[in-house]
């Protein structure tokens, strides 16, 4: 009880720090996780459509995830230096994954019948595409989106590393004067917002799944 109460009044002492830091991290996760989607939605769907080089793709995207992401964000920092780009950079790595594994899915999900379909009322390829597959595989596309910004929402805690702000600042801090406090201060909202990204888009995934059926 009595470090509940230190912890919550360093937070309610540092409230402005813990905000600035709580926006700067968003940022973070929301440029990270938007440059993701720009490139990896068209990659999903290339994967779908030319099944030649799908095993490049999704090779290249799983190699990428498995590079410890310390390490990513220390290569990264060698090409584009400390701070604010190379820790978007690093997150738009980690988040490709999941987004252009679950647009290949999703696109490849819908089922062969309702392809022909669209193929007999006159459609050509690419209308198919953007009238049937797409609007088809949006559940799939939320599910990896979802998984994509807990994942960017847990690496941005490194970004103090190399010199980026965001609530690992708090914890990188804490673990330096091997304060408890601190690191509580900084790991509890960075798990909020996890929880919070992680329970919005979970319902709007439901959403579209129901809209589709």
Same mark, same amino acid.
């Given at each position: ?88 950079? %690093?997150?738009?790595?980690?988040? !490709? =994954?999941? &987004?252009?594994?679950? #647009?290949?899915? /999703?696109?490849? $999900? ?75 201060? %900084?790991?509890?909202?960075?798990? !909020? =917002?996890? &929880?919070?990204?992680? #329970?919005?888009? /979970?319902?709007? $995934? ?8």
């Amino acid at each position: 009880m009595e470090f509940i109460t230190e912890l919550l009044s360093y937070m309610a002492e540092n409230k402005e720090n813990l905000l600035q830091y709580t926006f700067d991290h968003i940022l973070m996760v929301i440029y990270g996780i938007g440059m993701a989607i720009a490139v990896g939605v068209p990659l999903g769907i290339l994967a779908a459509r030319y099944e030649k080089i799908a095993p490049f793709i999704l090779s290249t995207v799983n190699v990428i995830q498995i590079i410890p992401s310390l390490a990513m964000l220390a290569i990264l920092m060698i090409y584009f230096g400390l701070g604010f780009t190379t820790a978007v950079i %690093g997150l738009f790595f980690y988040s !490709l =994954l999941p &987004i252009v594994r679950n #647009t290949y899915v /999703g696109v490849k $999900e819908v089922s062969p019948n309702l392809l022909e379909a669209g193929k007999g009322l006159g459609m050509t390829g690419l209308q198919v595409l953007r009238k049937v597959q797409l609007p088809l595989s949006i559940p799939f596309f939320m599910a990896g989106l979802r998984v994509a910004s807990v994942i960017a929402v847990g690496v941005a805690c490194i970004a103090p590393y190399i010199g980026a702000d965001g609530l690992g600042r708090e914890i990188v801090s804490g673990i330096s004067l091997r304060s408890e406090i601190k690191i509580y201060a %900084g790991a509890i909202p960075a798990a !909020l =917002l996890a &929880i919070f990204a992680d #329970t919005i888009l /979970g319902f709007m $995934e439901r959403r579209t799944k129901k809209r589709i059926v």
